[in-house]
């Protein structure tokens, strides 16, 4: 894993899903969920369950493209805690589009509290990231 990429660390991650959200950065926001989101947001967005995650990215931009971008400035992005997943419990029905094996690979889970400005105005927020195969993600309906 390289070192700056954002899936290097659950602090990288956190801060880049709330940039990549404010900024309309679709691209890394992609990069910031795992495959089994991808699958749920294709769905959601009217495309195949298994379409290509250039595809999601392409469809999303589109809904995107009246969003106006807010520039973001993060503060800190501190993890709050860390569990083995042995230690936490991933509500599993949650996720529709999660598969067992997909289940299976996650290693760790990871409180993340960022702290941001965006338009002046100081916003915190606290993020649940999962590790799986070495890449942290940021876990959505957490």
Do not use: H
């Not at 589109?62 to 709050?80: A, F, G, N, P």
């Amino acid at each position: 894993v390289k070192t700056n990429s954002v899936n290097s660390s659950p602090e990288k991650v956190a801060a880049a899903t709330i940039k990549s959200e404010y900024e309309i950065d679709i691209k890394t926001m992609m990069k910031c969920i795992p495959n089994f989101t991808i699958r749920e947001i294709a769905v959601d967005e009217g495309l195949s369950e298994n379409a290509s995650r250039s595809d999601v990215i392409k469809k999303v931009k589109e809904d995107y493209r009246y969003e106006t971008s807010q520039k973001v400035e993060i503060v800190s992005s501190q993890l709050m805690e860390e569990y083995d997943i042995s230690d936490y419990t991933i509500f599993r029905e949650l996720y529709d589009y999660m598969t067992d094996k997909e289940y299976d690979l996650i290693t760790k889970v990871a409180k993340v509290n960022v702290e941001f400005i965006v338009d002046g105005e100081e916003n915190s927020i606290q993020l649940t990231c999962i590790k799986m195969k070495n890449k942290w993600y940021f876990l959505r309906n957490s």
